[in-house]
């Protein structure tokens, strides 16, 4: 089933039989991937100009282009689990790309690529490659995932740890109780207070002028040593809850900094991964994928999508490229009323 959207083109792909059942590469051309047109593509017209990437219908070239690709898609045993078409899973299915090309001596062929990754690869036979492959065994981007992975087992331990946690607990228990603690004072003072202010009162109208005077100076005194008291009893308290606090604090520091580590390691990563895009354009300029982006921070995979996969292997090896299209293969993650 095709389905065209808004912004390209979308191929919600159903079982069905495929004619098709393999893709056949020039045999002049294996070393730079150019697929054959089917025998129906001959008496085709081909289009006027390459097509915009965000709105187009895609060319009768790239549609043939693109179901010979899914024939050949069903067939790959190994890859079903990842590209299955049953099920609801939205993890399930990739994007694909196709580029019909046109070589140096005139002959007309086309190109695949994928977007991202598959079954743990993002270079397979028949498909252009990506411009960095960072599922390399040896790749610094592997090498570095290697060692993220062992800093997140480490920090998962740290805070799994035994005495981490029941120092946690007591920290909470410990805060409670002195949050408690520190209110129930409060309210004590609270209440001598009120308790003052009710015999003033009281005194006001059956002591005399002396004797009513005095009361007020003690009252005064016993309101300064309440808020002595108050504030040494908190004091007291807040010790007694920091200890449970810096005893969390301390066990917490080294799961901190490695998190930080982490962070500052996974944006070196990143960072590096940038520097190993370099894009060309038609006219051979170069430009890096951070260039492109201006100041704003390229994200993550950018380069990686079958679209720019396709367009700097055709630069690359002095194609031209005629057409593209781009197509989702798997369960169609678009409601029903929107296929066409």
Not at 32 to 39: E, G, N, S, T, V
Not at 258 to 284: C, V
């Amino acid at each position: 089933m095709l389905g065209f959207g808004k912004k390209g083109l979308i191929l919600a792909i159903e079982k069905e039989t495929h004619k098709r059942a393999e893709m056949t590469i020039n045999p002049s051309d294996k070393d730079r991937l150019i697929h054959a047109l089917p025998k129906e593509a001959e008496n085709i017209t081909l289009p006027e100009k390459f097509t915009f990437p965000f709105n187009y219908q895609p060319h009768a070239l790239c549609v043939l282009a693109a179901e010979e690709l899914q024939a050949y898609l069903a067939q790959k045993e190994e890859w079903q689990e990842e590209l299955s078409l049953e099920g609801n899973n939205e993890r399930v299915g990739k994007m694909f790309g196709v580029m019909i090309v046109r070589d140096s001596h005139g002959q007309l062929g086309y190109l695949a690529a994928f977007s991202g990754a598959i079954a743990g690869k993002n270079q397979w036979p028949g498909f252009v490659p990506t411009l960095y492959d960072r599922w390399d065994p040896n790749s610094f981007f592997k090498i570095g995932e290697q060692e993220l992975n062992a800093i997140n087992e480490e920090v998962v331990q740290r805070e799994n740890d035994p005495a981490f946690r029941v120092a946690i607990q007591e920290m909470e228990a410990l805060r409670i109780s002195g949050t408690a603690q520190i209110e129930a004072f409060r309210q004590e003072v609270k209440d001598r207070k009120a308790e003052r202010r009710a015999k003033r009162a009281e005194a006001e109208s059956t002591l005399s002028e002396e004797a009513y005077s005095k009361l007020l100076h003690e009252a005064s005194l016993e309101s300064q040593a309440d808020r002595k008291w108050l504030k040494g009893a908190i004091k007291q308290e807040q010790k007694r809850m920091k200890i449970g606090e810096e005893k969390v604090e301390a066990m917490r520091a080294p799961i901190l900094a490695l998190k930080e580590a982490r962070r500052e390691k996974s944006n070196a990563i990143q960072q590096q991964i940038f520097d190993q895009y370099t894009f060309l354009n038609a006219r051979g300029e170069k430009k890096e994928v951070r260039e492109i982006f201006g100041e704003e921070l390229p994200p993550a995979g950018a380069g990686d999508c079958a679209g720019p996969r396709l367009l700097q292997y055709a630069f690359a090896q002095n194609l031209s490229p005629i057409a593209m299209a781009e197509f989702w293969y798997g369960p169609s993650r678009r409601p029903s009323s929107e296929s066409i």
